[in-house]
Nanobody, 125 residues
Framework: QVLLVESGGGLVQAGGSLRLSCAAS????????KGWFRQAPGKEREFVAT????????DYAAFVKGRFTISRDNAKNTVYLQMNSLKPEDTAVYYC??????????????????WGQGTQVTVSS
């Protein structure tokens, strides 16, 4: 199995930045697409960003375009989410996910088979 462990969450003021990391254990990390999802209290889990296995293709939710950047370093088995210009509404638990099908990007949670435990991001106003 593949184990994903997120880090980098915390408390930050509005307008600030955080960089989330997702470290994977296992030999199949680089074989599939990766994604970030988030879930705020009282809301359903929502898509944030995705990246293909090669790192060439990316896709973002409309509400984070221009603020968040997803990247990966396959040599380190790590995917990142750089979050800039954070807003209080970005407050949520952020989850890293690994694709279970192919190497292409996906915005659907059902296309991911590996999930981290989540890391809390809190943006104060």
């Amino acid at each position: 199995q593949v184990l994903l462990v997120e880090s980098g969450g915390g408390l930050v003021q509005a307008g600030g930045s955080l960089r989330l990391s997702c470290a994977a254990s296992g030999r199949t990390f680089s074989n599939s697409a990766k994604g970030w999802f988030r879930q705020a209290p009282g809301k359903e889990r929502e898509f944030v960003a995705t990246i293909s296995w090669s790192g060439i293709s990316t896709d973002y939710a409309a509400f984070v375009k221009g603020r968040f950047t997803i990247s990966r370093d396959n040599a380190k088995n790590t995917v990142y989410l750089q979050m800039n210009s954070l807003k209080p509404e970005d407050t949520a638990v952020y989850y890293c996910a690994g694709g279970k099908y192919g190497r292409g990007t996906s915005t659907s949670a059902s296309d991911y088979g590996y999930w981290g435990q989540g890391t809390q991001v809190t943006v104060s106003s």
